[in-house]
């Protein structure tokens, strides 16, 4: 067994390691193509990006949340006491913002409308996302989704690890932890150690 790869790769002389076909993309897959410009945030760290329905942008990092016109000027800014680490935005224009280990709420002028219970200091917040009356928040520290209502009410945690009904729960080895709410209300999460989707969390 060669651990330090002296004896080379071991392929024959007639391999050729040519990838140059497969840097050419068909062009009928490309559905999508570049609109507007690089919007500048101006901020050391970006955490999250929202779209509003009005079509700005939403991006929040450091402490603040600052919203720019899709011809990317800024908009106004939201200034947050701690650093923000996801965000949402539901149709009534709320935002729903996912800080280490809480969420809190925002009017679309900036106020702050809530501040929902600590989950404690083992909690990492890391995706949230909203449904009608419905909020989901993904925490990577506790390996677990949270749903709740829009009041802050816990209703579910869903896939904590259950040896008895024989549930392995999250694998989540970093704090990279993501969900996603289609249109129907179902409730995608990321299993980010087994590679999967998990479909789905919450009907």
Known sequence: LDTTGEKGSGLGDEFI???????????NLILYEESAGVISTGL?????????????????GDKVIRIFADSGDL????K????????????????????????EVYDGRGKRLATWQSLGDDAILTSIAVYKSDVFVADAG????????TTGKLINRIGAKDKDKDIP??????PYFDLAVAR????????????????????
């Open 169 to 174: 729960g999250f694998v989540v080895p970093s």
């Open 75 to 78: 908009v106004r800014e939201v």
């Open 44 to 60: 050391k760290t970006a955490r999250a990006v929202a779209i509003v329905l009005e079509g700005r942008v939403c991006v929040a």
């Open 17 to 27: 390691y040519d990838v140059k076909d497969l840097a050419k993309i068909d062009p």
């Open 80 to 103: 947050l006491a701690d650093s923000p680490r996801c965000l949402t935005v539901a149709n009534d224009g709320k935002f729903y913002i996912g800080m280490k280990e809480h969420v």
């Open 184 to 203: 129907l209300g179902i409730s995608n999460g990321v299993c980010p150690r087994s590679l999967l989707i998990i479909l789905p969390l919450f009907w």
């Open 142 to 149: 506790n390996r677990i989704v949270l749903h709740y209502d």
